[in-house]
């Protein structure tokens, strides 16, 4: 294969790989917009159960509206666990771009260094609304249960299952937003070496 054929054969692999990332990245913002509506309407049908005129006390199980006014913050966290997956997938294939093409100098490929060097410059990047978003919801949603038990009037048992239920909540959106973070601050260069012995074993092969 001529150098030109294997150039234009690169660079079509290239494009293949940035189509790969942009889809993810698509994935990132439909389920960012698909949670935000799902837990918006969820928010919408249980707020007037709560604050309606008959209250919780009128519900036929004031407990399981309580538990069911955390649905919204349950369904934030699962969203934001699936994009901390996506963002991950992002950066390891963006290293892989860098690994097998632009540290082998492929004319007209520079991204991902450039994008390294921007995150060196500016610490990392800021997609923190998806977070913040999500905290939002989950805040209205455990005020939502709080509202929902105070308001129905039941026992000490049922306000420490609620109380357990609401600090569990927020407790795993945090930890959810940590793995976030450090997706976000990844260390680049010693993630694009977990490529480098698959580049050597690809080379030593051929």
Same mark, same amino acid.
């Given at each position: 294969?001529?150098?030109?054929?294997?150039?234009?054969?690169?660079?079509?692999?290239?494009?293949?790989?940035?189509?790969?990332?942009?889809?993810?990245?698509?994935?990132?913002?439909?389920?960012?917009?698909?949670?935000?509506?799902?837990?918006? +309407?969820?928010?919408?049908?249980?707020?007037?159960?709560?604050?309606?005129?008959?209250?919780?006390?009128?519900? +036929? *199980?004031?407990?399981?509206?309580?538990?069911?006014?955390?649905?919204?913050?349950?369904?934030?966290?699962?969203?934001?666990?699936?994009?901390?997956?996506?963002?991950? /997938?992002?950066?390891?294939?963006?290293?892989?771009?860098?690994?097998?093409?632009?540290? /082998?100098?492929?004319?007209?490929?520079?991204?991902?260094?450039?994008?390294?060097?921007?995150?060196?410059?500016?610490?990392?990047?800021?997609?923190?609304?998806?977070?913040?978003?999500?905290?939002?919801?989950?805040?209205?949603?455990?005020?939502?249960?709080?509202?929902?038990?105070?308001?129905?009037?039941?026992?000490?048992?049922?306000?420490?299952?609620?109380?357990?239920?609401?600090?569990?909540?927020?407790?795993?959106?945090?930890?959810?937003?940590?793995?976030?973070?450090?997706?976000?601050?990844?260390?680049?260069?010693?993630?694009?070496?977990?490529?480098?012995?698959?580049? *050597?074993?690809?080379?030593?092969?051929?």
């Amino acid at each position: 294969m001529s150098d030109e054929h294997e150039h234009a054969f690169r660079l079509e692999e290239y494009r293949h790989i940035s189509a790969a990332i942009i889809d993810l990245d698509g994935r990132i913002m439909t389920v960012f917009g698909l949670s935000l509506a799902a837990a918006g +309407t969820l928010l919408g049908v249980t707020a007037p159960a709560v604050f309606g005129e008959a209250g919780p006390a009128g519900h +036929t *199980a004031p407990l399981a509206l309580a538990c069911w006014s955390l649905a919204p913050a349950l369904l934030v966290a699962a969203a934001l666990k699936v994009q901390v997956n996506l963002r991950r /997938d992002i950066i390891r294939l963006g290293l892989y771009r860098k690994v097998f093409f632009e540290e /082998d100098g492929v004319r007209g490929l520079r991204w991902e260094s450039a994008l390294e060097r921007f995150r060196r410059t500016f610490r990392g990047e800021t997609n923190d609304p998806i977070p913040m978003a999500y905290w939002l919801i989950a805040l209205a949603s455990v005020t939502l249960s709080w509202s929902a038990t105070r308001r129905a009037g039941v026992g000490a048992l049922a306000w420490a299952i609620v109380l357990s239920v609401t600090v569990a909540v927020p407790a795993l959106l945090k930890r959810l937003h940590a793995e976030w973070l450090d997706v976000i601050r990844s260390d680049l260069p010693v993630i694009a070496e977990e490529w480098k012995p698959v580049k *050597a074993d690809l080379q030593h092969s051929v």
